[in-house]
C-alpha cells in the first residue's frame, strides 16, 4: 500500500505543490522554476482560448507550452521588473490572461470568460510557470512565487581621502 501510494506520487505531474487554475488533463508542463523571469508570450484563438505560452528567461527564450496556432502577443519586462500578480480566466480551457507588474504595468491576453482566479502578491513575484495542455489549448495553469532576488548594487568607490593640511 505504502509502495503505491508513493509511487503515485513519484508519476504525479506536481506544479511545485502550487495550485493549478483551469480543469486541467492533458499534457504536463513546467518552466524552470528558478527563472529571472523577462518576458511573456502568449497565443489566443478567435473564439478566445489561451492556445501557448512561452516564458523569458533572461535573455532567452523558452519552449512553447500548449497548443499550436493562434495570435501572439509579447509581454517584455524592463530591468528590475517583475511579474507580482496573475489574473485570470477559465472554463474548460484557459480563456484569459492579466499579468501585471511591480511597476504598475500589465498586459491583457484573451477574453474573460467563466471561472475566474487571482495568484500573486506577499511580495513575491513569478519565478516559473506549469500547467497542462490539451489538443486545443491550456487547460490549466499553475505558478511558482517567490521573493525578488535582491538587485545588486552598483558599488561607488570614493576616492581616498586627501590631506589638505600643510606641514
Known amino acids: ?6 509511487l503515485g506520487l513519484l508519476w504525479s505531474a506536481t ?8 480543469v486541467g488533463g492533458g499534457t504536463y508542463f513546467s518552466t ?8 511573456v508570450r502568449v497565443a489566443v484563438d478567435l473564439i478566445g482560448l489561451v492556445k501557448s505560452i512561452q516564458v523569458r528567461c533572461g535573455d532567452s527564450w523558452g519552449r512553447v507550452f500548449g497548443a499550436s496556432g493562434g495570435t501572439t502577443q509579447e509581454f517584455l519586462l524592463q530591468r528590475g521588473e517583475h511579474i507580482n500578480t496573475i489574473f485570470g480566466s477559465h472554463r474548460v480551457f484557459i480563456r484569459s ?27 513575491k513575484v513569478l ?20 521573493y525578488p532576488p535582491e538587485e545588486e548594487e ?11 593640511e600643510c606641514k
Open 32 to 39: 524552470s522554476s528558478d527563472c529571472d523571469i523577462t518576458g
Open 97 to 123: 490572461l492579466l499579468i501585471s507588474t511591480d511597476w504598475g504595468r500589465y498586459a491583457t491576453f484573451g477574453r474573460e470568460s467563466g471561472n475566474t482566479f487571482l495568484a500573486g502578491g506577499g511580495g
Open 154 to 164: 552598483e558599488e561607488t568607490t570614493a576616492p581616498p581621502p586627501t590631506s589638505t
Open 127 to 146: 519565478t516559473g510557470i506549469c500547467g497542462q495542455h490539451k489538443i486545443l489549448g491550456l487547460s490549466g495553469l499553475c505558478f511558482r512565487w517567490d
Open 15 to 22: 506544479c511545485w505543490a502550487e495550485q493549478m487554475y483551469g
Open 1 to 6: 500500500m505504502l509502495l503505491g501510494l508513493t
